[in-house]
């Protein structure tokens, strides 16, 4: 090193040492971790030769017992951290085996909110108190999108900061979307000082990247295994509605005046399109990952072993793949798609733009459109409705018909426990006459008498009380 200057050894791997490039004329020791190809160099913060010798032993002495007792030697700010952890995800996106998409959540988190709350921090400084901090810490720095949610009072800087980075998210989807704009995207804050709290499902999954990257700091023996954070804090859970059946009638009768309204040909090719794909994803349970990657050569036809016409689909999302089966209906909405799509080849996608080309966010401004159309943008807990709300619509209704569990966990290719905790409320309806057995004023159907059946009872049961009187005379 060109700026080391009045370099000395006090023992085999410990250096004392100046910089050169430096103004002042402290002393530094560069010591080698033992057993390995590092170096780690510590500021003295002394000027006397004697006072720096002795701090270079003290230092010497501490990394040995670091060392010796499985204490993190270098530190490392929880923000290199999760960068490094961010690689190891893009990794596993490029081999397949997360999706795509994850790596953008995952780094938008760790440069985001999480930066904003420990970046600096160093990771082994990091304890139960600023894990169980967050919840509160994100509500107070944050604002979520629904008031469902509670609202909370800001000031007129915090209302200037929200704007300021909802115009930087604006632009970023300009720019992801190839549109230049001639000026940078202004944003003005709300006139009314009240923003809604983010929600707790979105700090549960903000909490599960840190948790993440603390458990790779751990892989990686930046800090011990009592710094894992398995534990999360209590926060309520809110799932996405799905369509009552009166509700997916309505979207059906709607749906098609709503495509004989379009004024243009490009528009009633969309709303066709997308029409045709709701009543897919409703009769499938396909996740929107999955419309988007499946291809005319995934789509089979096929008989079930009554005989039946069935459709069989290969589908592809999440990292995983795997074939579910769909009515024959299914296969007639998707050759409405085949004779007005310009994509038909075996390797086409289904869901395409009027182009051709593969349609990236599955139409979602003409769901949401079609959803205000039929007044069912919002579901009872108001939350607004989004594609994923299609698959749930058709777990509840698979569920109320009584197809078993683990078949329906197969067909959807997710868990048993999954679907049990996200559909119990099913379960509990279709099963009403049971869970309500014995309260007042209600009471099971009895069958009505038989008037027929009454005689017949009546007419065994002389029989064998004359039976009975033959047995019993004296021979």
Avoid at 53 to 79: L, T
Avoid at 409 to 434: C, F, L
Wanted: with cysteine.
């Amino acid at each position: 090193m060109a700026f080391v200057t009045d370099k000395s050894e006090l023992k085999p791997g410990l250096i004392l040492f100046r910089r050169g490039d430096v103004e002042h004329r402290m002393w530094y020791c560069r010591m080698k971790m033992p057993k390995a190809d590092r170096y780690k160099t510590v500021s003295l913060k002394t000027t006397d030769m004697d006072v720096a010798r002795e701090r270079a032993f003290d230092q010497d002495a501490d990394i040995r017992f670091r060392i010796k007792h499985d204490v993190p030697v270098f530190n490392h700010p929880f923000r290199e951290v999760g960068r490094e952890y961010l690689l190891t995800q893009e990794a596993r996106a490029r081999r397949g085996e997360i999706s795509a998409a994850r790596p953008k959540k995952v780094r938008a988190i760790i440069d985001g909110a999480l930066d904003r709350y420990v970046g600096s921090t160093q990771v082994h400084l990091i304890g139960d108190e600023l894990w169980g901090g967050y919840p509160a810490w994100r509500r107070e720095n944050g604002a979520g999108r629904h008031k469902r949610n509670g609202v909370r009072e800001v000031s007129d800087d915090m209302a200037q900061a929200f704007a300021d980075k909802e115009a930087e998210r604006r632009t970023k989807v300009q720019q992801t979307l190839g549109i230049r704009g001639l000026r940078p995207i202004e944003v003005k804050p709300s006139e009314e000082r009240v923003v809604p709290f983010i929600s707790d499902s979105t700090i549960r999954f903000e909490m599960s990247i840190f948790g993440a990257v603390m458990s790779y700091a751990i892989k990686k023996r930046y800090v011990p295994a009592s710094q894992r954070f398995d534990e999360r804090p209590k926060l309520k859970s809110m799932r996405r509605d799905e369509f009552t059946l009166e509700e997916y009638r309505k979207l059906h009768t709607v749906g098609r005046k709503w495509i004989a309204e379009a004024d243009k040909p490009s528009s009633v090719w969309y709303r066709t399109i997308t029409y045709n794909m709701i009543l897919i994803a409703c009769n499938t349970g396909m996740r929107p990952a999955e419309m988007k990657n499946l291809r005319w050569r995934d789509i089979m036809p096929a008989k079930d072993r009554e005989g039946r016409e069935i459709v069989v689909l290969f589908v592809q999302g999440k990292g995983k793949s795997r074939k579910l089966v769909a009515p024959r209906s299914v296969g007639d909405y998707l050759e409405r798609i085949r004779v007005i799509s310009k994509g038909t080849e075996p390797n086409d996608r289904v869901f395409t733009k009027v182009t051709g080309k593969p349609a990236k966010t599955l139409y979602s401004s003409l769901i949401a459109d079609l959803l205000n159309e039929a007044n069912l943008r919002e579901g009872t807990q108001g939350v607004p409705r989004s594609t994923y709300c299609f698959r749930h619509t058709y777990a509840t209704l698979r569920l109320q018909e009584g197809v078993d569990v683990y078949f329906l966990a197969e067909q959807m290719g997710t868990s048993v426990h999954m679907i049990e905790s996200h559909y119990g409320h099913v379960n509990t309806i279709k099963h009403a006459d049971r869970v309500l057995q014995g309260m007042a004023g209600w009471e099971l159907p009895q069958p009505e008498p038989d008037d027929t059946k009454a005689k017949a009872s009546k007419a065994a049961a002389t029989r064998d009380q004359s039976k009975r009187g033959q047995r019993n005379k004296p021979r």
